[in-house]
């Protein structure tokens, strides 16, 4: 079936640690994104990408850091410079023309110790 | 992109409509109104688009206002699984290359 993989879906890290979460599509979508969500919060977009080797910041990608070498995979790492990392990360892709669905992964959700 | 207000939080009484109001004044006219909703600790989900005319599918009714400021979101029979968090987004077609911005949404509580 095709869809959004996010992995791990749970992750623990220490103050000062890096951590990368992976996001993989095989829905051949072109653009990928990464949201964060604090608890009762809506979503807010930290970077997305529209096509392989392009990546644009969004609103909070301060921290944050991305790449897109492959269509299928969109990972995004959580620097130490995150000032407050523990949330609930969300993956999400889109077919390029035209289309406005998004798909989204199951999440990830990052605790720091 | 326009702007959305949406309650924050709705109750619905099992088997009966629950009816999702969202508010979008600044609304432009080749921008699209979408909904989507989340339960608890999930990736959000799609349901429905429009952009001037009633839509429906197989899990929803989108109504949108003659003027286009405003639009319902309609779950005609809800049931316990219906409580999630709903978001309304407003979003242009002609832009390939666009964010998607979701605010806080109503949480709908269905009830038995």
């Known amino acids: 079936d095709g869809g959004i993989t996010q992995s791990p879906k749970y992750l623990f890290r220490k103050e000062g640690q890096n951590v990368t979460l992976s996001c993989e599509q095989n829905l051949n979508h072109d653009a990928m994104y990464w949201y964060r969500q604090d608890p009762g919060q809506g979503l807010r977009l930290i970077y997305y990408s529209q096509i392989v080797n392009d990546f644009q910041k969004g609103d909070i990608a301060e921290g944050y850091s991305v790449s897109r070498e492959k269509k299928e995979s969109f990972p995004l790492t959580v620097t130490s410079a995150q000032k407050n990392p523990t949330a609930f990360y969300l993956c999400a892709s889109r077919f390029g023309s035209g289309a406005n669905v998004l798909t989204f992964g199951a999440g990830s959700r990052l605790t720091v110790l | 992109d326009a702007k959305t207000t949406q309650p924050p939080s709705m109750d619905c009484a099992e088997g009966r409509a629950a009816n999702l109001p969202c508010n979008h004044s600044t609304i432009s006219g080749n921008e699209y109104v979408y909904w989507y909703r989340q339960i608890h600790s999930q990736g959000p989900q799609y349901i429905i688009h429009?952009?001037?005319n009633n839509e429906t599918n197989e899990m929803a009714s989108l109504i949108i206002t003659e003027d286009r400021k405003s639009s319902t979101l309609i779950l005609p029979h809800a049931t316990l699984r219906d409580t999630a968090v709903y978001y309304c987004i407003v979003r242009g077609e002609l832009y390939n290359f666009n964010k998607f911005y979701f605010g806080s949404g109503t949480k709908l509580n269905v009830k038995p």
């Open positions: 429009g952009l001037k």
